[in-house]
């Protein structure tokens, strides 16, 4: 079993920035990559972006490129996402999944085994 636990989410302005945290506990040695999903109020969960553990390769949605940044601290277990120029579009839960499996690439959801409960990210206009 992996356990993740969110964190760093909350109200923030158009324009403004969040940082929001996974730390992994468990059988973080199987877990291959980590990704950052979301889900906004009537609509399906959607990748936002993903890391592989060893070699660091990131993947990122369209409208996560040039705004977000996803990081890893190996030695922390924990992974990194850095929010800049958050839109009101952006308001959504954000969830943090574990890969257990080696994939060539992570963008779908049906690649990660296991999922955190996930934090509010609400931006303001």
């Known amino acids: 079993q992996v356990q993740l636990v969110e964190s760093g989410g909350g109200l923030v302005q158009a324009g403004g920035s969040l940082r929001l945290s996974c730390t992994a506990s468990?059988?973080?040695?199987?877990?291959?990559?980590m990704g950052w999903f979301r889900q906004a109020p009537g609509k399906e969960r959607e990748f936002v972006a993903a890391?592989?553990?060893?070699?660091?390769?990131?993947y990122y949605a369209d409208s996560a490129k040039g705004r977000f940044t996803i990081s890893r601290d190996n030695a922390k277990n924990t992974v990194y996402l850095q929010m800049n120029s958050l839109k009101p579009e952006d308001t959504a839960v954000y969830y943090c999944?574990?890969?257990?499996?080696?994939?060539?690439?992570?963008?779908?959801?049906?690649?990660?085994?296991?999922w955190g409960q996930g934090t509010q990210v609400t931006v303001s206009s």
């Open positions: 468990g059988r973080t040695f199987s877990s291959y990559g």
């Open positions: 999944a574990a890969a257990i499996y080696y994939r060539s690439s992570y963008y779908y959801s049906e690649q990660f085994d296991f």
């Open positions: 890391i592989r553990w060893s070699g660091g390769s990131v």
